[in-house]
Nanobody, 123 residues
Framework: HVQLVESGGGSVQDGGSLSLSCAAS?????????MAWFRQASGKEREGVAT???????TLADSVKGRFIISKDNAKKSLYLDMNDLKPGDTAMYFC?????????????????WGQGTQVTVS
């Protein structure tokens, strides 16, 4: 069971930037686990934003391509999401997640370990 704690959310103006972090309780790199960022806006379903595994970034949602970057620091057991040119449509609760099986999909149902989320608001 991997515990995840997100941080870095906040309120920014249209066009601003934020960097999210997710600290894991144990290394996911050595086991080749897939890690991901999801987001959920009020009244909407949770959607995948980006995924990454031991080989590097795997998937980036079309809506954030060219603006968001997913990365991880294995030594720090941390996952990051650098968000640039933020838009009001990016407003959501952002969650990091870990998949404890092989593969690196981008559907919420395929991930078993979740953080509590961090709120991002763009106005």
């Amino acid at each position: 069971h991997v515990q995840l704690v997100e941080s870095g959310g906040g309120s920014v103006q249209d066009g601003g930037s934020l960097s999210l972090s997710c600290a894991a309780s144990e290394s996911t790199h050595d086991r080749g686990y897939c890690m991901a960022w999801f987001r959920q806006a009020s009244g909407k379903e949770r959607e995948g934003v980006a995924t990454i595994n031991a080989d590097g970034p795997i998937t980036l949602a079309d809506s954030v391509k060219g603006r968001f970057i997913i990365s991880k620091d294995n030594a720090k057991k941390s996952l990051y999401l650098d968000m640039n040119d933020l838009k009001p449509g990016d407003t959501a609760m952002y969650f990091c997640a870990v998949r404890l099986n092989s593969g690196c999909p981008i559907l919420p149902r395929d991930f078993s370990e979740w953080g509590q989320g961090t709120q991002v608001t763009v106005s």
